[in-house]
């Protein structure tokens, strides 16, 4: 009876254990253990470089440096009235113009003989000026030459006169001279405060004898000097004086146009001689050297002009 007992209890436990194993709840699955967080690495961003400026690169020894700029060599006139030339002569050239004092031109030559000056400009057109009638300035020396040689002026030889005259003085005839011809280089300086710059002879249709004469000191008219003129020795009479102010010889701009200061005619005078004609000061003393004139006959060239300065 006991044995049966047990047995009961036996089998009421073991039915038990089967009802709990089929109806009981599977047991949840333990998760799997989470991974140790890492820490995450966030890239901090970097300022853009500022950029700089490429180093000069060092000058290229190999090219050669420039050259400084030259100045300009310069020409400007000196006299009065001063003839521009076509061509480094007085006798195979024309007149372009007559340049007054302090004109300045551009110097791009020189004769061979280093007697004249290339210019520019006259009218758009290059000229020539005789050397002693401008002031240089700048790298003259570097002036190329240009041109032919300026031919030096020959006298025009005159034919004798008719009647040889009583007294012939001993100098000889001078030809007319061009404004740009420059007084001879051997010719001794006078001891007379008054030096001859030029002389010259110009064509007169009236039948007289009239000369002009131009007397300066410096750039300034000197007044009261007077002419002392003779024709063949003989003295002819002289009234007029220089004046302060001065005037000019032709009322129109001309080649021949001149500045003067004092004017004498001889209308009733027989023309045909040699003239002399001198500086002299009111008592009559030579004050600078003369200037000799022949006329023979036929001759036109009845108009003298002379140029005293004074240094």
Known sequence: MMKRHLWLTWCVLAASLLILTACGEAATPEPPPLRTPRA???????EPATPTAPAAAPPDASQPAAAPQQAVAIAVVNDELVNARNAPSLTASEVVQVVTRGTEF?????SADDEWWQLC?????????YESYVDTAG????VPVRGETAAAPTATPLPPPTQAPAAQPTT???PAAATDTPPPADTPVPALPFALASQEQFPEENNLVRIFAYVTAGETPAPGLTLKVTRDGAELPVTGVTSAQSGLTWPVANPRQRFQNLKVEFPNVQSTGVWTVQLVDGGGAPAGPAATFTLTAGDTNREFYVRYDKP
């Not at 551009?106 to 020189?110: F, I, W």
């Not at 790298?139 to 570097?142: K, R």
Request: some cysteine.
């Open 106 to 110: 551009t110097v791009v030559g020189r």
């Open 121 to 129: 400009c006259v009218d758009g057109a290059e000229v020539w000026i």
């Open 139 to 142: 790298p003259v020396d570097a």
């Open 40 to 46: 995450t690495f966030t890239p901090t961003p970097m």
């Open 172 to 174: 000889p005839p001078q």
